[in-house]
């Protein structure tokens, strides 16, 4: 009790003397005049009364929701409990799924999986099966696992010979890199994609496959929404019969939508039995391209793979620094070319971007900025000892 009075008498004075203080939001429930346990106004509450959401992707994103409250609760409950914050604290939180729904007067729900609270709730329903590009939805084909990496390896190449790309889907990330390390051995250009991979360099990679820089990428749950790569004509689902979250119906129909944007793409499943995830996922996708194939054949469309720019958007996102992104250095300033002046030169420039990193608290992106410094300064003296 000391410590917590002690804390809020600090902040009371803070606030007494500057306006506000550190966690000044712990005590919004107060300055806002809200009973106890009340909801905190949030944006919904500037909206007109007829506004509609749309909820994109909603399969993952109506579950979020509702998880938002309880991640905050669990965390904040603690701190309470143990003295660390005032009982007010708990009533700045994102808002419950009912409270939510209660604000919300008009919902779209928009996903190619939509999950048992948008069928339990929706009013309607409209598919848009057919698309613009009459691009049908892949094939899948289930083949056993017996010398699936073989088959895999052969069926690689045979896209690669076409200038195509491959996705392959692996259900660990150790998994994915084992299988990455052994692609290369066999000389097929490789690259790996899972959760531990950050998000600049992410973009990187995605864009670096559909440039042709690499012919397959192999991931574990980044594969499934949002992908839209029309380059990639193959995805092989390794394991597919393992049944869980990652090869669930909901993953696996995502999964199968990516080679939905090339005319020639494929899905291979390697799996000893057809679990029900795999039957109703196979069975949903063709009924789609049932439907897409007689759309296309009583108008009279040819499908044509998706024509998509290459972004740059790794270009914006990453910092205009002279320090190289990777972790090891393959050449030095002086073998790129660099005279002893112009190293000298970028010495100076990095020092004074080391010093503004330092003054922004971005400590550890100056020390990388130092170590550049130290090897550049070495480097100059190798310059002058000759």
Same mark, same amino acid.
């Given at each position: 009790?000391?410590?917590l009075?002690?804390?809020?008498?600090?902040?009371?004075?803070?606030?007494?003397?500057?306006?506000?203080?550190?966690?000044?939001?712990?005590?919004?429930?107060?300055?806002?005049?809200?009973?106890?346990?009340a909801?905190p106004?949030?944006?919904?509450?500037?909206?007109?009364?007829?506004?509609?959401?749309?909820?994109?992707?909603?399969?993952?994103?109506?579950?979020?929701?509702?998880?938002?409250?309880?991640?905050?609760? !669990?965390?904040?409950?603690t701190?309470?409990?143990?003295?660390?914050?005032?009982?007010?604290a708990?009533?700045?939180?994102?808002?419950?799924?009912?409270?939510?729904?209660?604000?919300?007067?008009?919902?779209?729900?928009? !996903?190619?999986?939509?999950?048992?609270?948008?069928?339990?709730?929706?009013?309607?329903?409209?598919?848009?099966?057919?698309?613009?590009?009459?691009?049908?939805?892949?094939?899948?084909?289930?083949?056993?696992?017996?010398?699936?990496?073989?088959d895999?390896?052969?069926?690689?190449?045979?896209?690669?010979?076409?200038?195509?790309?491959?996705?392959?889907?692996?259900?660990?990330?150790?998994? !994915?890199?084992?299988?990455?390390?052994?692609?290369?051995?066999?000389?097929?250009?490789?690259?790996?994609?899972? !959760?531990?991979?950050?998000?600049?360099e992410?973009?990187?990679?995605i864009?670096?496959?559909?440039?042709?820089?690499?012919?397959?990428?192999?991931g574990?749950?980044?594969?499934r929404?949002?992908?839209?790569?029309?380059?990639?004509?193959?995805?092989?689902?390794?394991?597919?019969d393992?049944?869980?979250?990652?090869?669930g119906?909901?993953?696996?129909?995502?999964?199968i939508?990516?080679?939905?944007?090339?005319?020639?793409?494929?899905?291979?499943?390697?799996?000893?039995?057809?679990?029900?995830?795999?039957?109703?996922?196979?069975?949903?996708?063709?009924?789609?391209?049932?439907?897409?194939?007689?759309?296309?054949?009583?108008?009279?469309?040819?499908?044509?793979?998706?024509?998509?720019?290459?972004?740059?958007?790794?270009?914006f996102?990453?910092?205009?620094?002279?320090?190289?992104?990777?972790?090891?250095?393959?050449?030095?300033?002086?073998?790129?070319?660099?005279?002893?002046?112009?190293?000298?030169?970028?010495?100076?420039?990095?020092?004074?971007?080391?010093?503004?990193?330092?003054?922004?608290?971005?400590?550890?992106?100056?020390?990388?900025l130092?170590?550049?410094?130290?090897?550049l300064?070495?480097?100059?003296?190798?310059?002058?000892?000759?």
């Open positions: 009790s000391h410590r009075r002690q804390r809020t008498q600090f902040d009371m004075e803070m606030m007494r003397e500057l306006g506000f203080c550190n966690g000044i939001e712990n005590y919004s429930r107060i300055l806002d005049n809200r009973p106890p346990g909801r106004y949030c944006l919904l509450d500037f909206f007109p009364e007829d506004f509609i959401c749309f909820i994109d992707e909603s399969h993952q994103t109506v579950p979020q929701i509702g998880g938002m409250f309880e991640g905050d609760r !669990s965390r904040k409950q701190l309470v409990d143990f003295g660390f914050r005032l009982p007010s708990l009533d700045n939180r994102p808002q419950k799924f009912d409270e939510f729904l209660e604000h919300v007067p008009q919902m779209v729900f928009v !996903s190619a999986t939509p999950g048992g609270f948008e069928h339990g709730h929706s009013t309607r329903v409209v598919e848009q099966i057919v698309r613009p590009t009459g691009i049908v939805d892949p094939e899948v084909d289930v083949r056993e696992t017996h010398n699936q990496i073989d895999l390896m052969n069926e690689i190449r045979a896209r690669t010979e076409s200038g195509e790309r491959t996705l392959v889907t692996t259900l660990t990330k150790k998994m !994915s890199e084992d299988l990455t390390d052994y692609l290369m051995e066999y000389g097929i250009r490789v690259r790996y994609l899972h !959760s531990e991979v950050d998000t600049l992410r973009i990187q990679i864009r670096q496959l559909r440039l042709g820089e690499f012919d397959v990428l192999v574990v749950n980044l594969l929404e949002g992908l839209d790569l029309p380059e990639v004509s193959l995805v092989a689902i390794l394991d597919a393992k049944e869980g979250f990652l090869r119906e909901t993953s696996l129909i995502q999964t939508g990516r080679a939905a944007r090339n005319v020639r793409g494929r899905v291979i499943m390697y799996a000893d039995k057809e679990s029900a995830a795999m039957r109703t996922a196979i069975s949903e996708t063709d009924r789609r391209r049932e439907i897409q194939v007689a759309y296309n054949e009583r108008n009279g469309i040819t499908p044509a793979t998706v024509q998509k720019g290459i972004s740059d958007i790794s270009d996102l990453a910092t205009e620094s002279k320090v190289p992104r990777g972790g090891r250095r393959t050449q030095s300033r002086a073998e790129k070319g660099m005279s002893a002046e112009e190293i000298a030169r970028t010495i100076v420039e990095l020092e004074e971007e080391m010093l503004a990193a330092a003054e922004d608290l971005r400590f550890e992106y100056a020390a990388k130092r170590d550049e410094i130290k090897t300064r070495r480097e100059l003296e190798q310059i002058g000892a000759k």
